[in-house]
């Protein structure tokens, strides 16, 4: 359950006093818990929110008026203890910048969102335009609960030529260095031209940014580098480090200078041809910047590497390093191993080399897992994907293992990818095809070929290898591949006749030529209608198919839909596969595997264990869905904390699903929560609408607790909501705020009364410094006329027939149904095809 907690600092270092407030609370709590009455019941009833699990009771985080903005989830960071969220919104006040947008859209503002007693209360964060007309939004600090952040931000106004910038948390902007190099200070440049932040330390003092190397041709025969830079072809990797006055330049980091460089005139790159943080193809970078920021792991490119001129220095592979303290480099993937790790007559002796692909680090940078074909030390086969751990300390790397050994020698592992690293380091998730290991806690045993999910973890004598879950055979990837492009190809075919007869409608209305004007309409209202009509078109597996979400819990590129806990110790993720009794399921579910018990339980089920086919479902689109961690190309020290599906101990799992997981989800995509063998709903579940093409319920994230469960939504869930726009909404343990009090009687004009107050977006710290404005008081709200429900067209009646023939289980009945639904419904004569097309479209334009 929520409890508050006491925040003391102590040197910049914030010591965290959990449960202090917990005795004052405890015989109130276990009274209520005893009578079966949360005491905030009178709030949740008020709500009409009593279903929710644990005390929660919703609370209204965006402000009750928004000037119709809505609730963006980049740049998002939600604080630890769960009592600060950033959002952005194009609409809570005039002013701000996109943080994200290459035109720095300057109607999009970022927001800090506080709770206090009386509610949440926001802030505007960003600079204000009149000081700074071009800025943007990098990262957050969570070591002092969100309050300082890193910003890009110009005085000149010039595009893309911008400084970095610390806000503290007293609203103040202390510079950190120029943003773009001196030869281009004056110029206007593309988005690549300038310093772009992929990673930083967690209290943000130091931070890493690469810069693409931009011909000087297309800037005035100038170069977008720093002077010293030898980059010819790709990307540089530079570092700030704030020690409170500001830099006159970043430092390279891809360098193998010993010792500290003062300036990059002395640097001696490793690469010419580009270096990038962790992994440059394959844009890993989960924990490539270490806590602290000491440890910074990049690949530097090899003289294969596209554009790399003839003669320039580079390594022959693609080649992991690792830059300590900004005064030494490791390599990693080509390490200089102690004596007898790599003896004659064994593959690693002489083996050509390979290149090294980072695959995530510990938060302390003292262990990184790699991916390399190439033997590197002793018993490791001459042939496949391995899956290496180097240790790595200040002095070098001390030891390298291959943690994919296969148990029968000289075989390869055939490492598929890695799903996740815990941050601690000691337990790393991948997939092999090889066998591994023996059989798991629950009898069952890899099998070779197919996709097998393991964990590397320690014991009572080491660590060994454990074998978790056998996700797809071969077998099983064939059927589906061919499943799956079988219904896409109906479904294409069937969306091009539809955009088809849209296109030669939106053609026919003149019988003169056709203007170009009007042929390029027309082509653009054909995809159109082509990319509506795949979308809304019955599928079991869906046009997207479930084979390449499988694959993602393990692809190389890290926008996983997988999550771990910090340990290691619990997995969550999604499978096709039937991993436990009772899935039934057509389409992924999500699992969580303990480590600890080697048990791998189904989350996504029916409440009870049973309601609604105990959460079997046979359509892509009811899929259950994790929000996604992104640890792709950056770094950021907030991530790991954003998007949280599961609480810090695993006990509570968070997802959405539009299927009938309990009896108040009504089908439309809604937000659950898995605790105790049991399935809860977490939204109203009701708002079936949508926002920008996306369903406006979806998940932002629990804190590490998981007394805090974010999402956004539509409706109206308390009385405090002045409006029906999509608004975040915290349901929270424990909490709750009283609802706007009524005057007791009144008569006439005295029934207006004064408008209740909407929140002000109050300017934190200086107001020099501070952006954003207060927010007017909003207007009479307006009514909402109902619209008469319209009949359906011939067209749109076929359509749910066809619809409702086609859940039949009998093949003939369900032939027979639909030869009937077209012979009743079906266009009649070439007069009415127009009519009837129109109403095709429209339909699907309403989905």
Known sequence: ??????????????????????????????????????????????QSSTYLPECRAYELVTPPYKQGGLVLSVPGAISADGEHVLVGSAGFAGAGNAWWDANRNPDIAVYELTRSAAGWQPSALTP??????????????????????????????????????LREPNGALAKVGPGVAPEVADQELLSTGELGLVGASSDLTRSLFEVEREEPS?????????????????????????????????????????????????????????????????????NAVSTDGAVVFFTAASSKAPGCLPGATAPPVNE??????????????????????????????????????????????ERVFFLSTQALVNGAPADGMKLYEARVQSGGVTEVLDISSDPTAGQSPEVQGVARVAQKGERVYF???????????????????????????????????????????????????????????????????????????ALSHDASPPKQSEVTKAVELYEEVQRQQEVSLPGTLGTGGTLPYDKRVWQLVDRRPVQASADGRLLVFPSSAH???GDES???????????????????????????????????????????????????????????????NGSEVFFTSAAHLTPQAEGAPNVFEYRAGNVYLISDGRDTSVTSNAPTVSLLGVDASGGDAFFTTADQLVPQDGETQQALYDARQEGGFPAPTLAPSCTGETCRGAAE????????????????ENLPPPGKPKAVAKSKPKSLSRAQTLAKTLKACRAKRNKQRRVGCESQARKRYGTKSKSKSAKSDRGDRKAGRSR
């Open 1 to 46: 359950m929520k409890h508050n907690a006491i925040t003391v600092r102590i040197t910049g270092w914030t010591v965290v006093l959990a449960a202090v407030a917990l005795a004052a609370c405890l015989s109130t709590q276990a009274a209520s818990a005893a009578a079966g009455v949360c005491a905030n019941e009178a709030r949740r009833a008020e």
């Open 431 to 505: 997939v092999a095809k090889a066998e591994l290991a023996g059989e798991n806690a629950e009898g069952q045993r890899p099998e070779a070929g197919a996709d097998n999910l393991y964990v590397y973890e320690p014991d009572a004598g080491g660590y060994h290898t454990v074998f978790v879950a056998k996700l797809l055979t071969s077998a099983e990837e064939t059927t589906l591949s061919s499943e799956e492009s079988e219904e896409a190809s109906r479904i294409g075919e069937l969306a091009g006749e539809r955009a088809l007869r849209a296109f030669e409608e």
């Open 320 to 365: 992991l390093y690792a830059r300590i303290d900004g005064s030494s480099t490791v390599k990693i993937s080509e390490p200089a191993l102690p004596a007898g790790e790599c003896t004659e007559g064994e593959p690693c002796f002489g083996a050509s080399e390979s290149e090294g692909i980072f695959q995530g680090a510990s938060e302390t940078g």
């Open 218 to 286: 297309k800037l005035k025969g100038h170069s977008n580098l720093w002077p010293g830079d030898s980059t010819v072809t790709g990307k540089s990797l530079y570092e700030y480090v704030y020690g409170g006055v500001a830099n006159t330049e970043p430092m390279l980091v891809g360098v193998d200078n010993p010792g500290a460089i003062t300036s990059n005139r002395e640097a001696h790159l490793i690469s010419d041809c580009g270096t990038e943080l962790g992994s440059s193809e394959r844009n890993d970078v989960y």
């Open 586 to 648: 057509k389409v992924p579910q999500l699992f969580e595997y303990d480590a600890l018990t080697e048990s791998l339980t189904r989350v996504s089920i029916g409440q009870g264990g049973s309601y609604n086919n105990d959460g079997n479902v046979d359509t892509y689109h009811d899929a259950p869905q994790l929000p996604e961690q992104s640890f792709v190309q950056r770094d950021l020290p907030t991530e790991a904390q954003f998007r949280l599906a599961l609480s810090a």
């Open 128 to 165: 204000p335009a009149t000081r700074y007309p071009h800025s943007a939004f990098m990262a957050a600090s969570p070591q002092d609960g969100l309050a300082t952040t890193l910003w890009s931000a110009s005085t000149t106004g010039l595009l893309f030529n911008e400084d970095i910038y």
């Open 757 to 772: 107050a909407t929140p002000q977006l109050q300017l934190p710290g200086s107001a020099g410094h501070a952006g954003g």
């Open 579 to 581: 991993l436990t009794s």
